[in-house]
């Protein structure tokens, strides 16, 4: 198996640090409000790589963090009159109905950085210990960036590049003892949450949380530590500087690094204001689709959001659906326990087909490749498996197209219910019949909506419905 390790700029074999079991720490997003298909990504990305290994046999321990505090949640608390604690719960329940949605399955453990405090001030104080660390009079504590050998190796950075890159940035607090060096802690301002400290009452950095809860769920050296690429520097950068000089170990073997989200070929993000939600999509798509659309692209490839790509990735996704559904209704009514001579031989390439998805996925988890082989299994499905077929056979190809898919996170099961949207649509459709006085559609209407379980409700604002 070969991953693209950010590291070395190359793909390398894969070697667990003990075999059978892989280490994974994957950089959770920041709770301040409903995840946006950016965010999506790594998501969806780091589940189909943790499923692939489970695939392969591995056991997989999976940490995937919530950064629960931080400006934007302590702002958004500000607005709403509420504790920050507030907020981060809030979105971190959304975060998981939408992870829920995706088929993206919760982590090993999903630490939150508010509970990890006194871990992270014990790191601290190593490298405060081992020079790699000073506090300032007002209790901020800074990491000497220089003092680390290694700074730069995972973003290919050098210091002097970056030190003239920082001859613009006023430097705040003159105590500061180099422009490189960065925050491990700082003091609290007024209105915000924080914690008793040996420097100063205060909150933690954001990159020395996730050295600490790597290290807490994990311990000081992991197999796999990923997010997306804007997170290579400084995020990672300092994370390796942290992690390594406090520990003494290498911190991670490999670095993956998913690329963007884009729209119109611009960075889907918050702060450009140019996103949707995943919440938002769900009214449009069963989520499966925004699913099977991030995984028809490799992960390292800039991938353009569009309706158009939304609509072919609904309609493959159907392509796939309808031929499992085929085999189930074939296989209730065939028999035969055996496979025949000419099944026999037919398997051959079915079997070959899960090696092209198998290659695919080993040489760097090439899900776009993976995915054609499971279409080129879903025509072979479509061709090759009748009536006349074995029961045996039957299953076989229904199984293997149902492993694969679930590899990818798909659900292979057509799903009967509504969607927000559709049953929006008919609600609407069902108040411009009334007014039309065609009462047959109205009533017509209402029947489809009960028998999905949709209860309406008139109220003043208009008609509310909800899931029986
Ligand atoms: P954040 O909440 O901004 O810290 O982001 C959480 C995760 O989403 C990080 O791994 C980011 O790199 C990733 N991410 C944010 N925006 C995008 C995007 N447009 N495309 C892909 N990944 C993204
Ligand atoms: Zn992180």
């Known amino acids: 198996m070969k991953i693209f390790n950010t590291l070395s700029k190359r793909k390398e074999d894969f070697v667990p640090l003990e075999p059978g079991k892989v280490k994974m720490y994957v950089c959770g997003p920041t709770v301040y409000n409903y995840i946006h298909i950016g965010n999506a990504r790594p998501m969806i990305v780091f589940d189909t790589v943790r499923r692939y290994f489970e695939y392969k046999g591995y056991e997989v321990n999976y940490v995937s963090n919530f950064t629960d505090v931080d400006d934007k949640i302590i702002n958004k608390a500000i607005e709403e009159g509420v504790d920050a604690s507030v907020i981060s719960e809030r979105y971190i329940a959304e975060c998981k109905k939408d992870m829920a949605g995706m088929n993206v399955k919760p982590a090993t453990t999903h630490p939150l950085a508010t509970q990890e405090i006194p871990g992270m001030i014990s790191m601290i104080e190593t490298l405060i210990e081992k020079g790699y660390a000073y506090a300032v009079s007002d209790g901020t504590v800074y990491y000497r960036t220089r003092k680390f050998k290694d700074y730069g190796k995972l973003s ?40 008793d400290a040996p420097w100063c009452k205060g909150r933690p950095g954001w990159h020395i949380e996730c050295s600490v809860m790597s290290k807490h769920y994990l311990g000081d050296q992991i197999d796999i530590h990923a997010g997306g690429e804007d997170l290579i520097f400084p995020h990672h950068e300092n994370e390796i500087a942290q992690s390594e000089a406090a520990n003494g170990k290498e911190f991670a073997r490999y670095w993956m690094h998913n690329a963007f989200l884009n729209i119109d070929n611009k960075k889907m993000s918050k702060s450009l204001g140019n996103f949707f939600t995943v919440r938002e999509i769900s009214e449009q798509y069963d989520l499966q689709v925004l699913r099977f659309f991030m995984l028809s692209a490799h992960y390292r490839s800039p991938l353009n959001f569009s309706a158009d790509l939304m609509e072919a990735s609904k309609n493959g996704l159907t392509r796939i659906l309808t031929a499992v559904e085929r085999l189930a209704e074939l296989s209730a009514a065939a028999s035969g326990g055996e496979l025949t001579e000419e099944e ?69 099961e057509k799903k009967e219910e509504l969607l927000d949207g559709e049953i929006e649509a008919l609600i609407e459709e069902r108040q411009q019949a009334r007014k039309d006085k065609n009462f047959a559609r109205a009533d017509e209407i209402r029947d489809i909506l009960a028998e999905k379980g949709i209860l309406l409700k008139d109220t003043r604002e208009g008609v509310k419905w909800t899931r029986a």
Request: charged letters at 35%; proline letters at 3%.
């Open 156 to 195: 290919h950075k050098n210091l002097d590049d970056l030190q003239s890159g920082f001859r613009e940035i006023k430097v705040t607090g003159e105590e500061k003892e180099d422009p490189l060096d960065f925050v491990l802690w700082k003091p609290k301002k007024d209105g915000e949450p924080y914690w």
């Open 344 to 412: 026999r031989a037919l398997e051959g390439q079915v079997k070959e087909l899960v090696d092209k998805y198998e290659a695919a996925m080993d040489d760097d988890f090439n899900t776009a490749d993976a995915i054609s082989a499971v279409f080129e299994l879903v025509k072979f499905a479509n061709t090759s498996v009748w009536e006349t077929s074995t029961k045996a056979f039957v299953d076989d190809v229904k199984k293997t197209i149902e492993k694969l898919c679930d590899v990818l996170g798909i659900i292979t």
